[in-house]
């Protein structure tokens, strides 16, 4: 099936696409700063730099979107077109995530990931829940935490 819009349409859309300051990430920084969480954004000086960093906490948290993390859910889908340049980056974000993963529990960190389909779609948690589950992880001694939308294979 051919895509809906031109080339150039395409590339304007995708490259429109935020790296940062995205829905899930304003979502969980605004909700856990009222909790009384204090932390730093996008660390350049950790691999991966995570999106919300709790150095009291020795915690960093990932608000990973899908389709962009390949996460076996719903919202991700293979794209029709350019199907090889796809595979290639897509493979080459998840490699590079395990790669800063590692790096950082090398490091000691304690390393969160919530996923957008928790936050959207047909399998997505009550929002309290969410904050709820960040919460209690970032007061545990646990090494991780993986927030996904219900029925999700991971």
Aim: glycine share 6%.
């Amino acid at each position: 099936m051919a895509d809906i819009v031109g080339p150039e349409t395409r590339s304007r859309m995708m490259s429109a696409i935020r790296g940062r300051d995205t829905r899930p990430e304003l979502f969980l920084r605004k909700n856990l700063h009222k909790r009384g969480f204090r932390y730093r954004l996008q660390a350049r000086d950790l691999p991966g730099r995570p999106d919300l960093v709790f150095p009291r906490y020795k915690a960093v948290l990932f608000a990973h979107g899908c389709f962009w993390h390949m996460h076996d859910c719903r919202l991700f889908k293979w794209p029709r077109t350019r199907r090889e340049f796809w595979r290639s980056k897509l493979e080459a974000n998840r490699s590079r995530d395990e790669r800063n993963l590692a790096a950082l529990a090398h490091a000691s960190w304690r390393i969160g990931v919530v996923w957008e389909c928790s936050l959207k779609g047909p399998a997505r948690r009550d929002p309290e829940e969410i904050i709820d589950q960040c919460a209690e992880w970032l007061y545990s001694d646990r090494d991780s935490l993986e927030v996904a939308g219900y029925n999700c294979q991971k």
